[in-house]
């Protein structure tokens, strides 16, 4: 590549000549909007700096070889070092008395154009912006607007050297200042700081832009927390791309940033769900039922409507928490019920249908065995098998006509949660309530007395109806409240068995 040409300029030019091509073709080739254009701009700029800087020294190693003889034959020199630096002192003087007879800045700015002292001028100030402190910091915001320090089109005379470092201390406390905002949660300011930044000229630079791209990655990785929409217009904006290989940093520290951006983002999310008023979607009522708190009847008429999607959404929520980010259980608003799985249907059906079906089976046997003298009912009905076959599909019958009841009536007393669960919040055990989950008294309850009826009518007429009723009635209730148990083994194997149950043997399981 030839930098001369993509200058426009001839091989002798100055140092000089070179900074003013450059700042003018800076303008046709932003490092935001072509950034191959730009890279290809200032290697061709600082190869020229460096043929010009080679001529210079080339130039003033000639001089000096010309002039030694001269210098040390002659003591002129020692004589005139007094002079030169009283001269200095006085022409630093002189520009104190300018400025503490101006007004501002501007005006003696002014002064000292009309007295040929710009230059003295610029480097007294840029000598006082050394320390950064309010005085300098105002002094050097003054000479970036009006004298365009910092930036291409600066003067030759002052020290390149103390403007780089004062622009990476400017740099440090813009950066500083973006991330105080962030913290306070000022993100559309942050932005708009930042895109200031960008377009600043004395960011121009391919150095004090990397500066810049490092410092915004700094900015994010010590504030606790920023939004996920802001992580992604800051990669707009500094045109961050991980497709087209245009990171800012390492990648091991971008994916550490991507994973906070995503954990941002999951965290927004949640609280946004659990700000609605009703949750629609399985993802919504997961959260609901693992986050947000809520009294037993409330969860309890939620879970109620769940469906196997939900508890999946319910699964991929707990393994969210507390694999990926277990972060979040820790965010303000969130309340996690680690126990949420006290929620999910028991598995009792089966059981319970076997065991009301031998009870009916039970009662009708020994009615038989009452009404009619063994010898001749086994002559009549076959014998002892005959009877028993026929009280078994008699019983069977019923027992199959009151599980699709007793369906029935599940479906209808969850209009009743809300005066169920206090309910048996009174009359049950906690191990069976099981804090709303478990057994209640309407749902299961009114169910199990209508099925101890129905033994009573069938039991012999030799025991009283309404002890055949109470102990019908109690066995009924102990055994639902025992398979309802998360402490049931058939509980625990019929958890195993649909894979909702994970036994973590570092401590007992609840269940």
């Given at each position: 590549?030839?930098?001369?040409k ?12 070179i900074?003013?091509?450059y ?9 935001d909007?072509d950034a191959?254009a730009f890279?290809?701009?200032r290697?061709?700029?600082e190869?020229?700096l ?12 000639g001089?000096?070889?010309w002039?030694?003889?001269?210098e ?6 020692q004589?005139e ?5 009283a ?6 003087l002189?520009?104190?008395?300018l ?6 800045l501007?005006?003696a ?5 009309e007295q ?5 001028l ?18 050097l915001?003054?000479g970036?607007?009006?004298l ?7 003067a ?5 050297a103390?403007?780089?470092?004062l622009a990476?201390?400017?740099l440090t406390?813009e ?9 306070a949660?000022?993100e ?7 895109a200031?930044?960008l377009a ?15 410092g915004m ?7 606790e ?6 992580f992604?217009r ?5 045109g ?8 800012p ?5 971008w ?8 954990r ?7 609280l946004?769900?659990?700000?609605l ?6 993802e ?31 699964q ?12 979040l ?10 126990d949420?799985?006290r ?17 009916l089976?039970a009662?009708?046997l020994?009615?038989s065995?009452?009404?009619a ?11 002892y098998?005959?009877l ?6 008699i019983?069977a019958?019923?027992v ?5 009841l007793?369906r029935?009536?599940g479906?209808l ?10 309910l048996s ?16 008294v ?6 199990a ?10 039991a012999p ?11 019908a009635?109690?066995?009924?209730v ?8 998360r ?5 625990r194997?019929s958890m195993?068995?649909?894979g ?6 570092s401590k007992?399981?609840?269940w």
């Amino acid at each position: 590549m030839n930098p001369w040409k993509l200058l426009g300029l001839d091989a002798d030019a100055d140092t000089r000549s070179i900074k003013r091509r450059y700042a003018q073709l800076l303008k046709q080739h932003r490092p935001d909007e072509d950034a191959e254009a730009f890279q290809r701009l200032r290697e061709a700029y600082e190869q020229a700096l460096e043929h010009a800087a080679a001529q210079d020294r080339l130039r003033d190693a000639g001089a000096e070889q010309w002039q030694a003889p001269v210098e040390t034959a002659s003591p002129v020199v020692q004589q005139e070092s007094p002079a030169v630096a009283a001269a200095e002192q006085s022409q630093q003087l002189r520009i104190e008395q300018l400025l503490q007879a101006s007004a501002s800045l501007d005006a003696a700015l002014q002064q000292a154009r009309e007295q040929g002292l710009e230059a003295d001028l610029q480097r007294h100030l840029l000598t006082r912006c050394t320390n950064l402190d309010e005085e300098g910091l105002n002094i050097l915001r003054w000479g970036m607007q009006r004298l365009h320090w910092l930036s291409p089109w600066q003067a030759d005379y002052l020290p390149s050297a103390h403007l780089d470092a004062l622009a990476a201390r400017l740099l440090t406390l813009e950066l500083e200042s973006l991330q105080r905002q962030l913290q306070a949660g000022e993100e559309r300011a942050v932005l708009d700081a930042a895109a200031a930044l960008l377009a600043s000229d004395w960011l121009q630079a391919f150095d004090r832009r990397r500066q810049l791209h490092d410092g915004m990655v700094w900015m994010l990785e010590v504030t606790e927390h920023w939004s996920a929409a802001l992580f992604e217009r800051l990669c707009r904006l500094f045109g961050w791309n991980e497709d087209s290989g245009e990171l800012p940093c390492s990648v091991d520290r971008w994916n550490w940033l991507c994973w906070r951006c995503e954990r941002q983002a999951a965290g927004q999310r949640l609280l946004r769900q659990l700000e609605l008023d009703w949750p629609l979607r399985a993802e919504e009522r997961a959260a609901w039922l693992l986050l947000k708190p809520m009294q037993e009847q409330e969860a309890r008429i939620l879970a109620d409507h769940f469906d196997d999607e939900d508890w999946q959404a319910c699964q991929g929520l707990d393994e969210l928490l507390t694999e990926r980010y277990p972060e979040l259980a820790e965010l303000p608003g969130l309340q996690v019920d680690e126990d949420w799985r006290r929620w999910q249907p028991r598995q009792w059906t089966v059981p319970a249908t076997v065991y009301a079906w031998l009870l009916l089976l039970a009662a009708m046997l020994a009615t038989s065995l009452q009404e009619a003298q063994l010898s001749v009912y086994l002559e009549l009905s076959g014998g002892y098998l005959g009877l028993a076959f026929k009280d078994l599909l008699i019983s069977a019958v019923v027992v199959a006509w009151m599980v699709m009841l007793a369906r029935g009536w599940g479906r209808l007393a969850r209009y009743l949660t809300r005066l169920d669960v206090p309910l048996s919040r009174l009359l049950l055990p906690a191990a069976w309530r099981d804090r709303g989950a478990g057994m209640l008294v309407l749902r299961h309850g009114t169910p199990a007395a209508f099925f101890a009826m129905i033994v009573a009518a069938f039991a012999p007429s030799l025991i009283s109806g309404w002890a055949t009723f109470g102990a019908a009635l109690l066995l009924e209730v102990l055994f639902l409240g025992l398979v309802g148990s998360r402490r049931s083994p058939w509980l625990r194997w019929s958890m195993w068995r649909n894979g909702a149950f994970k036994v973590d043997y570092s401590k007992k399981a609840e269940w």
